[in-house]
């Protein structure tokens, strides 16, 4: 069995397709379909179901998958480790990113590249629940976002700074004369407000569902900066963490009167597990910049 005959099979299980397969890992279809008849011979047993139209994985491909992560993710750790150890700091770094931390992440991106020209930066922007299955599958080293409401037992959370829940809006509107704003004065404005599943979204739900408020969603996005945009454009509202706005023009966050109003903003990674050399040196950077120690509770 190599190391290769494993990432072949892994990509295929993902995609469900030796076409786009072959095409993800720039080999031919030919090879392969070959090199995972080799790995099927080898083991005893069929790993894919396949017919004309469709290809899935079998008892045995299925329970191989994880099986197969695993022993990638940590081929891969003996590189980085003996790496870390000559202190040569190469390879990559996966980093998964909620789309309302983006800001605070700027600063840093561009000073560790500069530092660090030899690491690779991979950056995958994505909900919490999508980016915490990643982290489970240890397709990206760590991630950064807001404390989820429930707690998991193979995560671990360390707070990087604190941050509350705001109505934000274009500086000319009649809120942004205000310090702190109540449920009661949202009513009365059209909201444009992130996506259900977003960190924020999840935020604002949690405190209004158990209450009688009514208020008068115009439309919801998933795309932080079209949000922005739509409020600096019109006299809509919207509710963010304070920190997605940060180095932004033309808007104004302001604090949401309400119990427990905070955000934290975490770093996230999986429980007993090997750091990388670069995470370590990327989250220091991280802990240091402007955007974070502005706001910072530091934990490194």
Sequence with gaps: MELRQLKYFVKIAELLNFSDASKALFVTQSTLSQQIKQLEQELGTQLFQRSSHRVGLTEAGSELLPLARATLHEASLCVEKISDLNSLLAGTLNIGVTYSFSPILTETLVTFMKTYPKVKLNILYKPMEELIDLLRRREIDFVLAFKPSLSDQEIESHILFQNSLCAVVGESHPLATF?????????????????????????FDLVVSPTQYKFNVRIELNEVNILLKLIRLNSFVTVLAEATIHNETGVKAIPIDIPKNEMSGCIHTLKDTYRKRSMQEFLKMLSQSMAVRERQNAWI
Excluded: F, V
Excluded at 182 to 203: F, I, T, V, W
């Design 179 to 203: 310090d702190r704003i109540s449920l009661d004065m949202l009513q009365s404005y059209d909201l444009a407000l992130p996506a259900k599943g977003l960190q924020a979204r999840n935020a």
